[in-house]
């Protein structure tokens, strides 16, 4: 009887220590979120862009302002330290999703296989000026979770689309 209600307490107290640790963590979370969602505001009001529907990710957030044909993209770097960069889609080109494969070795009792996984899904902006590629995170293997990626994909794919729409009505105004 003893060691059952030992058992109990033990597995008590792992539930409560994992329980408190997830807390704490999504705190954490939600305290990067506040302070990158403050800085990205802080950004768009310095210059003058309109805010409307932003799409929020692990650490960055990606804003459309359809009125300038500007992309804001405001990534956090580290806690506390934040990068952005706005893309001008009058000067971009061309707008792809890529994923990038990384390879493992996998040794089955049976035979040695090789194993492919997606190593990261980013949208990947050219520019007319042959100015440097900017590449967008959407997924990184070491940041999300695999369950992640379709959802994380299809975002990079209706940015994809939205911007690459943009860049051919630019293009019939031009012509």
Request: hydrophobic content about 40%; proline content about 1%; aromatic content about 10%.
């Amino acid at each position: 009887m003893l060691t059952i209600i030992s058992a109990a307490i033990i597995v008590a107290s792992v539930i409560l220590i994992f329980k408190g640790l997830i807390f704490l963590h999504n705190r954490e979370e939600k305290k990067a979120s506040a302070a990158l969602n403050a800085y990205y505001n802080e950004v768009a009001t310095k210059h003058s862009l309109t805010v409307l529907n932003p799409t929020i990710m692990t650490n960055t957030i990606l804003v459309l302002n359809d009125i300038c044909d500007k992309l804001l993209v405001v990534k956090s770097v580290e806690t506390g330290k934040y990068k952005w960069h706005i893309i001008d889609l009058y000067n971009v080109k061309n707008c792809t999703v890529i994923k990038d494969y990384k390879s493992f070795y996998s040794n089955d009792a049976k035979e040695k296989t090789t194993e492919r996984f997606v190593d990261q899904s980013y949208l990947q902006f050219e520019f007319i000026d042959e100015e440097e590629n900017v590449e967008i995170n959407f997924y990184t293997h070491i940041l999300n979770h695999t369950s992640d990626m379709p959802q994380s994909e299809q975002k990079a794919r209706k940015w994809e689309e939205v911007i690459s729409k943009m860049i051919k009505k630019k293009l019939k105004r031009i012509a």
